[in-house]
């Protein structure tokens, strides 16, 4: 066993799970993970069992400390994605957690507008005032339809700070995190209590803001004796999951950009100044004058996994028998198919979209088929449609933001794809760089504790010492022409449909069908 100083990451991420035990050079050695499964029995639900998210941890930091001493990890830090979790005192559920891509807040978006003015949220959150994506609207529909699970909620957490409080029995979120609540000045660090006051909003039940890398409380006795975990060992406030990805990239300064190719995908960077542009999530960074932006697409890796489960049983009966990977047989056919999929063009739009949009009535869309196109031009055209959306942000980026990019570090599972990493190089004619570390995120919320601990002296000497790039990926002439005829039509073709959006919802048509006797 390793006996050197060890750091744990964990993140909470859409689908799973995963931790990851790190030396101070960033080796990984020791790893796991636990999977849940989403709830999504109504159109527009998106929910999780985050009791499972508690049992997912500590299955994936069992698995993760198997070959080591855990006496030698110093410090634990978390990530998460976005949800909102009402809890009693011992930071148990009362009720699933209600994620980032549910669609039930919508209503309250107008009821916050009215109350509290757009504009006036955008100036003091930095944000644009959106469901989903940002916890208030989420708040305010669990207390006006929910009212006896809210008065009975000690907190309302994100999943980073209920994990936090599993393990430490310390109620905090941290300001990466708090700055999607649309209630947190994002300037000043702290909640802003107007804002608490027009909603009638108990600040009480909110956790407590810390920064990402201070050290909130240690592993309690209840958490050790589950996971293993030494009880002592400090935990730090946390981070949301695009700062931990900033870091795991190793990027921390303004010009630099990087994607996380997840569930959803992020295209972020840093910002040194606090402007902010209302179709990016703004947030924190890991220091006080310095902030990031996001660009939040929804379906990346969710329309891949959705190809995954409704279109690729034989390349699922393939991997198994072969013990292969079943997304590298859906994206070696993809690769069979021409730049631009024989003019077929996939809108990713299967679960609304963020970036640039903000539209949460948009739907996928395939547009062009014909009798010519086959397997691989549809799994094709759903990694080109994910391309042209992260061009679509980094064009907003360039042209109208002004910061010149020079390439894309790229992370996350989906970003292990080379044939998709080729196709983003042509469709956004950047470089891109991979980034060998598989668990992003994971080695990001280990470095918060670190730091946070004083084992690196910064964090540009933590990413210099951990962050290692793998394959490069260079733009292909040819393709990028082929792509950048395709592009205005991408665009365009959410203007031309987007009215239909909202039709087919007023429709409220069935959403399955059960057959009768004798039909």
């Not at 916890?135 to 006006?144: A, G």
């Not at 960077?269 to 902010?276: N, Q, T």
């Not at 549809?378 to 042209?399: K, T, Y």
Request: proline share 5%; net charge negative.
């Amino acid at each position: 066993m390793s006996q050197s100083p060890l750091l744990l990451g964990i993140d909470i991420g859409g689908t799973g799970t995963k931790a990851g035990v790190f030396d101070l050079d960033g080796n990984l050695v020791g790893s796991g993970y636990g999977e849940y499964q989403m709830i999504s029995t109504v159109p527009g639900q998106a929910e999780h069992d985050a009791e499972l998210w508690w049992q997912a941890t500590i299955e994936a930091v069992k698995a993760s400390i198997q070959a080591v001493d855990p006496s030698q990890i110093k410090a634990i830090g978390v990530g998460c994605t976005n949800g909102l979790i009402a809890v009693d005192r011992q930071a148990k559920p009362i009720r699933p957690a209600i994620m980032l891509w549910d669609q039930r807040a919508l209503p309250e978006v107008e009821r916050i507008s009215d109350r509290l003015g757009a504009d006036n949220v955008f100036s003091i959150t930095g944000n644009p005032l959106a469901p989903g994506a940002y916890s208030l609207p989420t708040l305010l529909w669990l207390k006006h339809h929910e009212p006896q699970t809210y008065e009975e909620a000690h907190k309302l957490m994100v999943p980073g700070g209920y994990l936090v409080a599993r393990l430490t029995g310390e109620f905090t979120i941290d300001h990466s995190r708090a700055s999607t609540t649309l209630l947190f000045d994002i300037r000043q660090r702290q909640w802003h209590r107007p804002f608490l006051s027009a909603l009638d909003i108990d600040e009480d039940k909110l956790p407590r803001p810390v920064a990402c890398d201070e050290v909130v409380g240690t592993i309690n006795e209840e958490a050790a004796r589950l996971t293993g975990l030494q009880a002592g060992t400090p935990v730090v406030g946390g981070c949301m999951d695009t700062i931990g990805a900033s870091l795991g990239t190793g990027v921390l300064d303004e010009g630099q950009c990087f994607i996380i190719m997840g569930t959803a995908a992020r295209v972020a960077g840093p910002l040194k100044k606090d402007r902010f542009d209302k179709r990016f999530m703004n947030c924190t960074h890991i220091s006080d004058n310095c902030w990031q932006y996001i660009g939040a697409i929804n379906g990346v890796g969710s329309a891949l996994r959705w190809v995954r489960d409704n279109f690729g049983q034989m390349e699922q009966q393939e991997a198994e028998r072969s013990d292969g990977n079943v997304y590298d047989l859906i994206t070696a056919q993809a690769a069979e198919s021409p730049p631009g999929s024989k003019g077929l063009l996939f809108l990713p739009y299967l679960a609304g979209e963020r970036t640039p949009i903000w539209d949460p009535y948009a739907r996928g869309v395939f547009f062009g088929v014909t009798l010519g196109h086959n397997r691989g031009d549809f799994f094709n055209s759903v990694l080109e449609g994910a391309a042209f959306a992260i061009r679509h942000v980094v064009e907003l980026l360039e042209q109208d933001m002004g910061i010149t990019i020079h390439d894309l570090h790229i992370g996350g599972a989906a970003a292990s794809s080379r044939v998709w990493n080729q196709i983003i190089a042509s469709v956004v004619n950047k470089r891109v760089v991979s980034l060998t570390q598989s668990h992003t995120e994971v080695l990001g919320a280990a470095l918060l504790a670190g730091v946070g601990l004083g084992l690196y002296e910064s964090y540009h000497e933590a990413v210099a010492k951990t962050v290692v790039t793998g394959e490069t990926f260079e733009p292909d002439y040819s393709a990028h022409l082929t792509y950048s005829k395709l592009f205005p039509m991408y665009k365009q073709l959410y203007q031309d449909t987007k009215h239909h959006f909202q039709q087919l919802v007023k429709l409220d048509l069935p959403q399955g069908w059960v057959r009768k006797s004798g039909q």
